[in-house]
Every structure is written in structure tokens, then in C-alpha cells.
């Protein structure tokens, strides 16, 4: 499963972060604010309703018939509707009231001697309905106050709430922006410094910056370790040559003692001819041994130079095959090139590259009854080269193994076999991705095993 980036990671926590905490503290300020409101207007219309009724019920007593002036007067000072009702019957009500705002419930419930209010919702208006009882006259006064007013100013409340939670959490994203970037980009410094050496770019170094403590460690300690691994390949490398070379002058020693004894093979016993067979198959063994080392060694120091050049890809293989061919005295297999080639550039060291094509035409005559045939195609917008042999393949459990060094597979517990010193493909695929390249084991169209070589292509020729 793909992992999401911790840039993204950072960035979500910190933006839900400042969404869930805003929108929290709107949600409590808002019913905060709305039940502290609601409620203070709850008790002071309860109030200003009892008020009112004992003005209705001392009209009543003194003057009826002023009963509808008064509630009009209340009216226009409390911005309430009043209604009053004697035996079941609407007495008066002031201007603009309406029985329908006084649920038959709460008719019912003050009717039996009980006062009571509600918050009501009548025709998507909020009212406030309190009812109470005048025993002494046999009356009911009911108070309509509207709370239009109220439910606007916890409306804008509730905008403004939400505003202010957007615009924390657009600050919240913004905050996460900028701590993982902060947090993020030492740790893709040190990615990006560490692909760039895993490329050979062995002098990268992280720069020490004002950067926070942790990651001025963090730096400090790459660099070291970075310096001692380079310090470490470099002495690996220095014995490696040392050691070939103090080799060269006795392994020409024991060529030269070989040959002589080969120009007097027929002189020897039967078990002298066999002996010196063993010899001469070892010794050659042991002098492409001494030449991979030098060379793995010269190319792990950066001892030898590297000539990039941009040539014609089909040119190379071919002057490739045939020098490889010569240098082991095989036959020199046919080079196929597929009708899309067209002759492209590609950028390489010459002298390696015919190292690459050499070392797989021997591999080929030494595990696989040769090379059947090297083949040039595109594939992807890289040129592929095959060398397709006739073996019996390679398992599927070994094809990344054999390029590692001195892995032999089966052939380092067979001596009946013919045997090679295990670095031939390390330095195929060592030399294929200092051009960029890669290289891969497949099944080829005879039965056999195809390493694959993908190069990229060069669109023009450098000047």
C-alpha cells in the first residue's frame, strides 16, 4: 500500500487540527451565547407578561370597556401582542394580533388554571407565547412576544462563528504549510544527498545551515558518516589494486612457466598432461580474476577517467561484438537491428561499453553454448540491446543475484562446468548505470536467457 507523504500528513493534522478546535469553539459559543440570550429574554418577557396581566385584570375590575385600548398600549410599548378570553371567548386582543399564534394546548392548559409558556415556530416565525390564568374574573390573558429579532442577531452570531472558524482553519493549513516544509526539507536534503551518492556522487555533503539544533546534528552527523564510508571505499579500493598489482608480477611469472611447459606438453606423463590442463584452465581463471579486480578497483577509486562520447548505438555494438569476439577467439554472433532503430546516439565511455558487450559474449560461451545472437531495438524511448544466448536460462530466483559480486550460482560447486571468477556481470552492471542505464535478465525468443541493456537516447549529436 502507497504511503501518503508526511508533508501531506502534516499538513491534513494541522488543518483538521485548526478545523475541529474552531469549529468546536463556535459550536460553544454560539449555544453558549444563544441560551444566555434566550433565556434572559425568556424571563424578562415572563415578567413584562405578569405585569401586563394584572393591568388587564385591574381594567377588567375598573373599566372594561377600556379593556382594548390598554392591550393596544401595551402593544405598542412591548412590541407583544396581547389576547384576553372569558369563557372560551376571545374578550379583545390588541392590533395585529392573532388567535392562530395561541396553540389550542397551551389554551387548554392556562383554561385549567395553570399559567405556562412556550417557544413556538408559527409560519416560520419564532414566537414566545405566555398564558396565565385570572381565576377572579374568570380570564385568560395571553402575551405573543416576537422573536424575529433575536433569532437575526444569533443568525449573524452563527455567520460570524463560522467565518471565524473557516479563516482559523485556513490559518491552521497555512501553520502546517509551514512547519512541514521547516520539518520536511532537511529530510529531503539528506534523501536527495543520498540518491546522489548511491549514484557514485561520492564528494555530496549536506550543507550546515543556521538551521535548529537537531538538524544541524542531523547534518553534522550525515557528513561524517558520508566521509567514512567514502574513507572506507577508498581503502577497500587501494588494497584491491595494491593486491592486483602485487599479483600481475608473479601470475606472469607462472603464464610464462605455463607456456614453456605447454611448447613441452608431449614430453610429460599422462598425469603431467592432466595436471598441466588443470593449471593452464586455473591460471586463466585466476588472470581475468586479477583484471576484474583492477578494474572494479580502478572504477570503485575513480582512478580511471571516464570519456563520455555520443555515438551511433548500432556503430558501437557492433565494433563492440566483434572485439569481444576476438579477445576470446569465439565466433562472432549476428547483430539484428530492428527496423524502428533508425541509427540513434546514445551517450557512453566507448572503452567500458565494449567491456559490457565483451564480458556478456564470454558469460554467454561460458554458461550458455554462446551468444545466439545481439539484438537492437527501442523500447520505451531507450534503445534496449539483447544478447540473447542458448543456455537453459537463468532461474527467475537468481536473475538479480548474478550481477552481484562474486556470486557464481551453481557454477562455484561444479568444477565439471566451465567456471569464471564471479565479477564479469558485477562490472557489466556497474559500467551500465555509470551511462545511465539498466540491465536485466529475461527469457529470450530461443529458450535461453536475454540480458536486456536500456540505454537513454541522445535526441542530437553534442557539438
Do not use: C
Request: aromatic share 4%; proline share 3%; no cysteine.
Amino acid at each position: 500500500m502507497r504511503r501518503r507523504s508526511l508533508r501531506l500528513r502534516l499538513l491534513v493534522t494541522f488543518g483538521l487540527g485548526a478545523f475541529v478546535l474552531s469549529s468546536m469553539f463556535a459550536s460553544l459559543t454560539y449555544f453558549g451565547v444563544r441560551h444566555a440570550l434566550v433565556s434572559d429574554r425568556q424571563q424578562t418577557d415572563l415578567k413584562q407578561a405578569a405585569v401586563n396581566a394584572a393591568l388587564v385584570r385591574n381594567t377588567l375590575y375598573s373599566s372594561p370597556l377600556e379593556i382594548g385600548n390598554l392591550l393596544n398600549s401595551i402593544q405598542s410599548a412591548t412590541a407583544s401582542n396581547m389576547l384576553v378570553q372569558t369563557h372560551h371567548q376571545w374578550l379583545s386582543k390588541s392590533q395585529g394580533a392573532a388567535t392562530e399564534d395561541v396553540p389550542n394546548e397551551i389554551i387548554a392548559t392556562v383554561d385549567s388554571g395553570y399559567a405556562t409558556a412556550q417557544t413556538l415556530v408559527v409560519n416560520g416565525k419564532v414566537i414566545f407565547v405566555v398564558g396565565i390564568p385570572i381565576p377572579a374574573v374568570e380570564t385568560q390573558v395571553f402575551e405573543v412576544f416576537q422573536l424575529s429579532n433575536l433569532e437575526h442577531t444569533l443568525k449573524m452570531l452563527l455567520e460570524v462563528l463560522g467565518l471565524g472558524a473557516a479563516l482559523t482553519t485556513l490559518i491552521g493549513i497555512a501553520g502546517g504549510l509551514w512547519a512541514s516544509r521547516r520539518a520536511v526539507r532537511p529530510l529531503e536534503e539528506v534523501s536527495e544527498a543520498a540518491a546522489l551518492i548511491a549514484q557514485g556522487e561520492l564528494s555530496t555533503r549536506l550543507v550546515v545551515t543556521r538551521a535548529d539544533v537537531e538538524v544541524q546534528q542531523l547534518t553534522k552527523s550525515f557528513n561524517a558518516m558520508v566521509s567514512q564510508l567514502v574513507e572506507r571505499l577508498e581503502r577497500d579500493a587501494r588494497f584491491a589494486s595494491d593486491v592486483s598489482h602485487e599479483l600481475r608480477s608473479p601470475l606472469t611469472t607462472l603464464a610464462t612457466t605455463a607456456s614453456v611447459l605447454q611448447q613441452h606438453r608431449e614430453e610429460l606423463s599422462p598425469a603431467g598432461q592432466e595436471s598441466l590442463n588443470l593449471l593452464l584452465a586455473d591460471l586463466s581463471i585466476f588472470q581475468s580474476l586479477v583484471e576484474d579486480l583492477l578494474e572494479m578497483a580502478r572504477s570503485d577509486a575513480g582512478a580511471t577517467p571516464l570519456v563520455i562520447e555520443t555515438v551511433q548505438v548500432v556503430e558501437l555494438v557492433r565494433q563492440s561484438v566483434r572485439s569481444g569476439a576476438r579477445r576470446h577467439g569465439l565466433s562472432e554472433p549476428p547483430v539484428d537491428v530492428a527496423s524502428d532503430v533508425n541509427d540513434p546516439f546514445i551517450k557512453v565511455d566507448r572503452r567500458r561499453f565494449e567491456r559490457v558487450i565483451t564480458n556478456l559474449i564470454d558469460n554467454a560461451h561460458r554458461y550458455a553454448n554462446g551468444a545466439v545472437a545481439v539484438r537492437i531495438t527501442r523500447l520505451d524511448g531507450q534503445v534496449a540491446v539483447n544478447i540473447d544466448d542458448a543456455g537453459p536460462g537463468v532461474d527467475p530466483e537468481e536473475r538479480e543475484r548474478v550481477f552481484e559480486r562474486f556470486f557464481r550460482g551453481r557454477a562455484a560447486h561444479d568444477r565439471g562446468i566451465a567456471r569464471g571468477t564471479g565479477l564479469g556481470l558485477a562490472l557489466v552492471r556497474d559500467h551500465v548505470r555509470i551511462f545511465g542505464g539498466s540491465i536485466s535478465i529475461s527469457e529470450s525468443p530461443e529458450g535461453g536467457a536475454r540480458f536486456q541493456i536500456l540505454l537513454p537516447l541522445v535526441s542530437e549529436v553534442a557539438t
